[in-house]
C-alpha cells in the first residue's frame, strides 16, 4: 500500500561540508604527523656573516686551516699530529699570558674534524675564549 500517492518522493543528496571537514582533519593530521627529510637536500655554502670588525686584542692567537687540514698558528705553518702536540704550539703562541682569545681561520672547504681539533686542544691547553672568523656575505 502507498499511502503517500499524492507527494513526491525527495530526491537524495548528499551534504558536502561534513565529507569536507573530515577530509581538512585528515589533512591536518597528516601534515603534523609527517616527518620530513631536511638534510637530504641542502646545500650549504659557508662561511659568510655580516658583522663589524673586531677591534685589536693583544693577547690573541691566530690559528688558520685550510681544506687540506693544514695548520698555520699566527703565521707559522704548524704540522697536527695529535691534539696534545698542538696543545703545547698553542701554549708556547700564547707566551706567558693565562687565557689568550682563540681566533679559528677556517676555511670554507675546511673538514669539521679540523676545527674541533683547534677546540680540542684549546681546550687541553686552558684556553677557554675561542671565536671564528668569517668573511662579509655578499648584498
Known sequence: MNFR????????????????DVLLVIL?????TTTYSRFAE?????????ANKPEERPSQINV??????????NRSAVP?????????????????????????????????QSVINIMEAARIAGFSRITFTT???KK
Open 80 to 112: 697536527f699530529r695529535s691534539t696534545d702536540s698542538f696543545a703545547q704550539e698553542l701554549k708556547r703562541a700564547a707566551g706567558g699570558v693565562p687565557d689568550p682569545v682563540i681566533i679559528i681561520n677556517a676555511d670554507a672547504a675546511a673538514t669539521h
Open 42 to 50: 641542502l646545500q650549504i655554502n659557508l662561511p659568510t656573516a655580516d
Open 135 to 137: 668573511q662579509a656575505g
Open 5 to 20: 500517492l499524492g507527494s513526491r518522493k525527495e530526491e537524495p543528496e548528499i551534504n558536502l561540508i561534513p565529507l569536507i
Open 28 to 32: 591536518i593530521f597528516l601534515m603534523v
Open 64 to 73: 688558520a686551516v685550510d681544506g687540506q687540514s693544514q695548520y698555520v698558528v
